[in-house]
Each structure stands twice: as C-alpha cells, then as structure tokens.
C-alpha cells in the first residue's frame, strides 16, 4: 500500500481552467511538498508546507498556485487558471514525523494535460 | 541560482559489473544529500540519504559525499538488468527546500 495517494491519476483540462490535485498521506507525516515534472525533463520544486503553511516556494510557484490543508488529512495543490505549460506529472512528496530527515515519499502523480 | 548538476547519460554498464553516477552542487552550505530511482513513467523513490563526509554502504549501493568539493556520487555493485533507470541526486539546500538535478540514465546491459 503507498504512503502517499495521489488524486486524479490523469486528468485532462481545458486552457484556463481551475485544476485541484490531491495528495493524501497516511498519518505521521508532517512535511508536504508538491514537485512537477514536464515529460523529459528534472523533477522541479515548486512548495513545500509544515504546520499548516508554507515553509518555502520556488519562482514557478505564482499566484496561480496554492496549497491547503483543509481537513488535517487531504493536502491540495490549486492550479487557478491553467496555461498549456502547465501540463506535467505533478508529483506530492512527504517527510515521516519523528525528526526532520529530508527522506521524501513520493506519491504515484498526478498527469496533467491542459488543452 | 542553486544547482544539482548531473550527466544526463546514458550511462551503459555490463550486467555485474560497478555504475558509478556522479553528481556536484552548487550551494555550499547543503548538509543533507539524497539518491532517487526513477522508472520511466513512475514517481522518484529514495535509495540512499547520506549527511556526512566519506562513504555509505546499504546492500549493493554505496553512496559517497565530499562537501569540501562539493561532490556526491552513487556505486552500484554487481549491477543488475532491474537497475537501468533514472538516478536523481537530489540536495537540501536550506530549511527543507529540496532540489533535484535532472539525473543520469543507466542502462544495464545483459
């Protein structure tokens, strides 16, 4: 059984569309990271979030994007209006609680194509 | 602009014998330093961690860090077929942002 569950697996927008991805760990993890992958290309940092907020964002992460938490379980990644170069493998990673390792696991993905 | 520079490869490597990836950084004050497989079409999944200087051994993996030089690399021992993947070196640079290079194609060949 993955740590990490990831929802859609695939999902398929049209161009200015809001996009929700969803992650959900089993319990005990306490960091969230969300990480995209344009096919053929590096695994790209775009947010990491501890204890309900943000801890840190890279440049891709604009105001298109956000993250939440809402019921202490789900976490979420937002895509407000999506653009054509959003298409990717969006990738949730998290941290085991007990010690802040840096060992991420990965969720299976998310596939986004936006049309 | 902190990097985590790779080969991209291929890197070919006869059945049983040792792959050696390598992997350098930019950030001087990285402390934490990480090794991924990737599949084609899967998720990253953690190999090797390693956080001080000199050598690391888990099985048939051995990963090195020489921070003075600011260089990471990853052995593989008695390579195998189900190696040939995608290794990610991936570094901690501050708090807990985490970077990846773009990773080194390994191909195991039979």
């Known amino acids: 059984e993955p740590e990490v569950t990831q929802t859609p697996s695939h999902q398929v927008t049209q161009m200015g569309q809001e996009v929700i991805l969803r992650c959900v760990p089993i319990?005990?993890?306490?960091?969230f990271y969300w990480y995209r992958q344009i096919l053929g290309q590096k695994v790209e940092f775009l947010v990491s979030?501890?204890?309900?907020?943000?801890?840190?964002k890279s440049e891709i992460f604009d105001d298109q994007f956000s993250v939440e938490r809402p019921d202490g379980s789900n976490f979420t990644l937002k895509i407000r209006s999506t653009k054509l170069e959003d298409s990717a493998m969006y990738f949730c990673?998290?941290?085991?609680?007990?010690?802040?390792?840096?060992?991420?696991?990965f969720g299976e993905g998310s596939r986004l194509t936006v049309l | 602009q902190k990097e985590v520079e790779q080969n991209s490869g291929p890197l070919s490597v006869p059945e049983g014998a040792i792959a050696s990836l390598n992997c350098t950084y930019s950030?001087?004050?990285?402390?934490?330093f990480f090794w991924y497989r990737q599949y084609s079409g899967k998720s990253p999944e953690l190999i090797m961690s390693i956080y001080s200087n000199g050598d690391k051994e888990d099985g048939r993996f051995t990963a090195q860090l020489n921070k003075a030089s600011q260089y990471v690399s990853l052995l593989i021992r008695d390579s195998q077929p189900s190696d040939s993947a995608t290794y990610l070196c991936a570094v901690m640079e501050r708090d807990d942002k985490i970077i990846f290079g773009k990773g080194t194609r390994l191909h195991i060949l039979p």
């Open positions: 990673a998290t941290v085991l609680a007990g010690g802040f390792t840096g060992e991420l696991f």
């Open positions: 319990s005990n993890h306490l960091y």
């Open positions: 950030d001087r004050v990285s402390q934490s």
């Open positions: 979030f501890y204890n309900n907020e943000i801890s840190e």
